[in-house]
């Protein structure tokens, strides 16, 4: 390769004197190019000319090119410690000033964000959109959930030495090479071969409106979806952890529906974004009937991976009503759910223990339920409903009917998202008769605060991922 053979194939791709570039590149896969890494600088700066602007990428090292550049006469490099670029032409010193000031090192106010801005573009010389790091700023400026930060401390120009936070700092693993076919579809980018190097030019004032519509319309758009892939599957879990945290109420799951052992219920959770468990079935075993050590040790478990129990929930009336308190109060459980037509002397050692105390509806009409809930009250002032769609259908009733005519928004601490046919078949959910969409609409219209739980007092054959994904559907349908 000569210089000129560069420079004949840059302005076949339509660059030319007075554009700004930003380049990532592999001298490498151009083949042998007379006259080194110099000729390749050269012949982008000769087709920019003296109007035009050449950056490259420094913050590690990313291969000689850049190297080159930095070490160029009069090259500006940008003043922060990450995401650092090194710029030579007309507007270098404007689109590297004060880099570091920004909230995030990608984003606005940075060379990424400015290059867009100024109509530049990107060049992937030999690489894939995997090193396009202004992908990074549309990311950032996305706010994407699952984006971290980085702290370093760093000398000014002005000489002053700070200690900075850069927020939405990306991870360690993307999917970029997925929005390629995105912007050549729509005509942000050209592709042609120049030596062995396969080089693309990209708008990037094209690439950045393009990435902003597709991470809104849905934010894991540059994430994979191999579920081998942990990175990818973390980052999947704090974007559906963020959809359900902007919600009034708290997301829970059924322990049994998580998983039969502990560390599964952990990395189901983990993988889903579900930040509570309610504690119903623990390796097939009822949790209420499991002795104190055990289920002490499995709330502490829990709680060291960072899941939270919101109940615990008991299918029967413990015998035994005072141990049955001080066995959760051992484990540091602060909320029991019991049946309501059989447990008031467990009811009243949970709260005299200081256990929050709910019931839920099983074998009962809602008259008979809402007599049962008038009893407790007159022994529990502070208790509620856990209000069980399923097991109304299977008592042969309606259940968004029950909700308005018994008034269950006065005492609804908890719904259960279930679904369930009249013969007792379990469905997916708004496929049976539950009327579940209708029951999470109306207590979304409430601004109702308290728990939804996934599977809550039912066993389904659907796994958390599933669920949590169908129950995120009918929200983004309402």
């Not at 049962?372 to 399923?390: S, V």
Request: a neutral charge; proline letters at 4%; hydrophobic letters at 40%.
């Amino acid at each position: 390769m000569t210089k000129q053979e560069i420079i004949n194939g840059l302005r076949s791709l339509g660059l030319k004197e007075g554009d700004i570039v930003l380049l990532h590149s592999s001298l490498y896969s151009l083949g042998h190019v007379e006259g080194g890494p110099d000729a390749v600088i050269d012949a982008f700066l000769e087709t920019i000319g003296a109007a035009g602007t050449l950056l490259v990428p420094v913050f590690g090292d990313l291969g000689i090119l850049t190297t080159t550049l930095k070490n160029r006469p009069g090259a500006i490099v940008s003043p922060c410690p990450v995401g650092t670029v090194a710029a030579l032409g007309k507007d270098a010193e404007e689109l590297c000033r004060d880099h570091w000031k920004p909230v995030s090192c990608h984003g606005e106010g940075t060379p990424f964000k400015r290059i867009a801005d100024k109509g530049g573009y990107v060049c992937l010389m030999g690489v894939d959109q995997d090193r396009n790091t202004s992908l990074h700023g549309i990311e950032a400026e996305l706010r994407l959930a699952y984006l971290g930060s980085v702290s370093k401390e760093y000398t000014t120009p002005e000489g002053e030495t700070i200690s900075k936070t850069w927020k939405y700092y990306p991870g360690p693993h993307r999917d970029f090479i997925a929005i390629d076919h995105e912007l050549k579809e729509r005509g942000f980018m050209k592709q042609s071969r120049i030596g062995n190097s396969q080089v693309r030019l990209i708008d990037a004032k094209g690439m950045w409106e393009c990435g902003m519509e597709l991470g809104a319309a849905d934010p894991a758009f540059i994430l994979c979806d191999n579920p081998g892939c942990n990175d990818c599957v973390r980052q999947r879990a704090a974007l559906m952890s963020d959809f359900f945290a902007k919600e009034d109420f708290k997301l829970t799951a059924s322990s049994r529906l998580a998983g039969r052992y502990i560390p599964e219920m952990v990395e189901k959770c983990k993988a889903a974004g579900v930040k509570y468990l309610e504690l119903d079935y623990i390796q097939g075993v009822p949790a209420a009937s499991m002795n104190a050590a055990k289920l002490t040790a499995a709330v502490a478990e829990l709680a060291a991976e960072g899941i939270e129990v919101s109940a615990l929930r008991a299918f029967a009336a413990p015998d035994k009503a005072e141990d049955f308190a001080a066995k959760l109060s051992a484990a540091g459980i602060k909320r029991v759910i019991l049946p309501l037509s059989s447990s008031a002397p467990a009811a009243s050692a949970c709260a005299a223990a200081g256990i929050a105390v709910d019931f839920f509806n099983v074998n009962l009409t809602s008259a008979s339920s809402n007599a049962a809930l008038a009893r407790r009250k007159e022994k529990i002032a502070d208790c509620g409903i856990c209000f069980n769609p399923a097991n109304f259908v299977m008592a042969g009733e309606r259940a968004f009917g029950v909700y308005r005519t018994g008034r269950y928004i006065k005492t609804m601490r908890q719904l259960d998202i279930n679904d369930i046919l009249p013969d007792g078949t379990v469905t997916e959910l708004a496929r049976g008769g539950a009327e579940i969409k209708e029951m999470i609409s109306i207590a979304r219209c409430a601004s109702f605060s308290g728990f939804m739980c996934l599977a809550g007092g039912i066993k389904t054959s659907q796994d958390l991922k599933s669920m949590v994904a169908d129950f995120r559907r009918l929200i983004e349908n309402m």
